[in-house]
């Protein structure tokens, strides 16, 4: 496949071409109350070829090796039918041409991994879960693991071949008292091996238990509280609500937020430090080269309060006059790439929680994420679950707690950040313009903010 890809690329007439080579081995066991829902291992693979012509792509899909040549000259000529149209054309910031070679490191890689292994733990998570208290009225347990191994080649002379391990356990339980539902959930997800997922019981059973206590748990009451946010929270917080914003196609197409987000600009106190990064151990979100094959960076997004960089890709750094980071990705061979991130986080900090809870007489300990929304600047997140905080420590459970705000407001009020880092990659994934689920990962410390908009009863 090698040399098919670096001869394709070479013998192009185009001004630009590049080709990619995906194959991929997955497996995936789903239980559902008592209920095994899917056991299943498959394999594919396929390809994507890109080609510039004065300023225009095309692009074409493959899953026959040998019909790489002639895919080429079809994205050639679908790119000269698009330049005769263009009206903004596309040009690549410069990289120097690499060669690499790149495999993800595992313990225990699972492709060696029998599929009744992989099923019989899933089905040991949930049995901790349907066991754990007659209030459990559902569960769900769901265990993936894929092996990504593509193969790059483009016309300047890069190539890169990489093997990208992923492997993700969801453990879920919905916990019913007379007509109330409450539900609890673990979403781990590494580029690691097998053993990334074994030894979760703990987790399981906490998720199990996080379940009943919210039945007991009041709603919260809806205010304005300074509120601390627990790792997990604060890492989806700034992927979703900052770093989305951070992507520079998605600047190009939003001229107003273009505006807003220069580089130079302070947006957040000083000691605040948000990265995006493309190699940490284990996680999810590595891409070591990117799907143009650019080396990754590792990128301040905000440094020190100031924005300090953008997320790009080649062609967007070239219209922005900026170097391309490393965040062209993408979900599969079946797409091209587009700026997303990787491993994103916010810095630790310099306090305790302890530190962080003194003088609050009455505000709100929110705790991971549902999911959230962003619309431009404004988010809104709904905590897995919360705790009141009184008089300076942690207090009684509360639920249904829904934060909302605008992201440039609730970084200028950001009061402490942790020493407590947790860096965590969740089961799911992020979704942008049709691609989805794109592995990342997100993290920080616990982070105070001040005059946090709180939804409740
Ligand atoms: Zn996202």
Redesign the pocket.
């Known amino acids: 496949m090698e040399d098919r890809l670096r001869e394709a690329v070479a013998q192009s007439r185009a001004d630009y071409t590049e080709a990619r080579w995906e194959q991929v081995t997955r497996s995936r066991v789903a239980f559902q109350r008592d209920q095994l829902m899917a056991l299943e291992s498959g394999e594919e693979a396929g390809g994507i070829v890109r080609c510039l012509v004065r300023g225009a792509w095309g692009i074409a899909v493959f899953t026959d090796p040998k019909e790489l040549p002639r895919k080429v000259e079809e994205a050639t000529e679908l790119a000269r039918t698009a330049a005769r149209h263009v009206a903004d054309p596309v040009a690549l910031a410069p990289v120097e041409p690499v060669e690499a070679r790149w495999q993800g490191e595992v313990r225990r890689d699972f492709r060696g991994v029998p599929l009744e292994e992989k099923r019989r733990l899933a089905e040991g998570y949930n049995k901790l879960l349907l066991e754990h208290s007659p209030l459990i009225a559902s569960t769900s347990v769901r265990y993936t693991d894929s092996w990504r191994t593509t193969i790059y080649a483009n016309s300047e002379g890069t190539y890169v071949e990489q093997g990208i391990p992923d492997v993700t356990l969801m453990v879920a339980a919905v916990a019913r008292r007379n007509g109330d539902i409450q539900q609890g959930f673990e979403s781990l997800g590494y580029a690691a091996g097998f053993e990334a997922v074994l030894g979760k019981e703990e987790q399981a059973l906490q998720a199990a238990q996080r379940a009943v206590d919210l039945l007991s748990a009041t709603p919260v009451q809806g205010g304005t509280y300074t509120v601390i946010l627990d790792p997990d929270l604060a890492g989806v917080f700034i992927?979703?609500a900052f770093?989305?914003i951070c992507e520079a196609d998605f600047l190009l197409k939003n001229a107003p937020l273009r505006e807003v987000m220069r580089v130079g600009t302070r947006f957040a106190v000083e000691f605040l430090n948000v990265v995006d990064d493309g190699y940490r151990a284990r996680e999810r979100g590595n891409a070591p080269y990117d799907d143009e094959g650019v080396p990754r960076r590792k990128t301040y997004l905000i440094k020190d309060g100031v924005l300090s960089g953008l997320m790009h890709s080649r062609a967007t750094a070239h219209k922005m006059g900026a170097e391309p980071t490393g965040n062209a990705r993408a979900v599969s061979w079946e797409h091209e790439p587009i700026v997303r991130?990787r491993n994103t986080y916010i810095e630790p900090g310099t306090a305790s929680l302890e530190e962080m809870l003194h003088g609050i007489e009455r505000g709100l300990y929110a705790c991971a994420a549902f999911g959230g929304q962003t619309m431009f600047e404004q988010f809104t997140f709904s905590a897995a679950w919360g705790h009141e905080i009184v008089n300076g420590k942690i207090g009684p459970m509360v639920r249904d707690v829904v934060l909302t705000g605008n992201v440039f407001h609730t970084l200028q009020n950001i009061e402490m950040i942790g020493t407590d880092f947790k860096l965590e990659g969740s089961a799911g994934g992020?979704?942008?313009g049709g691609q989805w689920p794109l592995p990342?990962t997100t993290g920080a410390p616990h982070v105070r903010v001040r005059n946090v908009t709180v939804g409740g009863r």
Do not use: A, L, Q, R
Request: glycine share 22%.
């Open positions: 992927h979703e770093g989305h991130m992020c979704g942008k990342t």
